[in-house]
């Protein structure tokens, strides 16, 4: 997309982390902000705030798990702008455990938001992309946990190597009918956000009363919010890193450098028929925990 100001973007998971950084940097280009975020109050605040830096920016309380709340999200960005241009599908969460620790409540809840959301995102919004034709552009959210698969986080894992899937397809799909509309998928390693804290808006109706965490559970929990604290690559520099690949039509966001051994290294070892390594104890810079 080479146009950006006066321009439509709706960002999902808009109210913290990235999605929120991802609106202030896109509002730099004067473009006309619709937030989503499950959370109302944060989402609230940050609207505020942009409007406050001079930004156009509306919000919108988007449940993007659901369907009808995606749908009912195209429907105010149109009733509001008359035309959309950046779709962002950005809204996760994390919970963790041994894949067989994960309930079919966390299964549920992560692929709920993590894939349902981009899916709906892509459904809802590539078919208004493309009806505008003209310049578009849909940006999915992955992760680095799309590329290569760390322990303790089977149920994450699994969501965000199918948004690459499904972004890499997407993509596919697009050029096949000459259309004007790309996409990207981001897929980061650690930076620090919210996400250690994702269960602040787990629904009620995918809450386990009751169900204590296993002491494998709560550590993997420590161990995540020590390294999304001490990620070195900031949101703002993630923000960036997307708006410059929109800009110059650039698939594969990859912002954490020290990360690429491993990748490699699962690809060698899919390729010479190895068992897989451990991509958080590899001879790299990812032995240390710290991917970023
Ligand atoms: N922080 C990291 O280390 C990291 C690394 C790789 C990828 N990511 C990905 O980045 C994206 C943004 O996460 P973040 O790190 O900024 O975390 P964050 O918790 O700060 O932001 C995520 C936002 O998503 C919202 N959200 C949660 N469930 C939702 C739902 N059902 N509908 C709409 N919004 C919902 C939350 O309220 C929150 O505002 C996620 O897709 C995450 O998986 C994060």
Known sequence: MKAFAERVAVITGAAGGLGRALAFRLARERMRLVLADVDAEALERAAAELAAAGARAIAVRTDVS???????????ALDEHGAVHLVCNNAGVAPLGAVWESSEADWRWVLGVNLWGVIHGVRVFAPILLAQGGEGHIVNTASVAGLISPP????????????????????????????????????????????????????????????????????????LR???????????????????????????VLTHARIKPAIERRMRDILDGRTPADPMRGPDATSQGDPA
């Open 66 to 76: 659901r369907g009808a709340d995606v749908e009912a999200l195209a429907r105010r």
């Open 152 to 223: 303790g986080m089977g149920a994450y894992n699994a969501s965000k190597h199918a948004v690459v899937a499904l972004t890499e397809t997407l993509h596919h799909d697009l050029a096949a009918i000459g259309a004007r509309v790309r996409c990207s998928v981001v897929c980061p390693a650690f930076f620090p956000s919210g996400i250690a804290d994702s269960e602040r808006t787990r629904p009620a109706a995918l809450a386990e009363a009751g169900r204590a965490k296993s002491p494998a559970q709560l550590a993997l929990e420590a161990d």
């Open 226 to 252: 020590k390294a999304v604290s001490a990620g070195r690559v900031s949101a703002d520099a993630i923000a960036q890193a997307v708006f410059e690949a929109v800009r110059d039509e650039r698939f594969y």
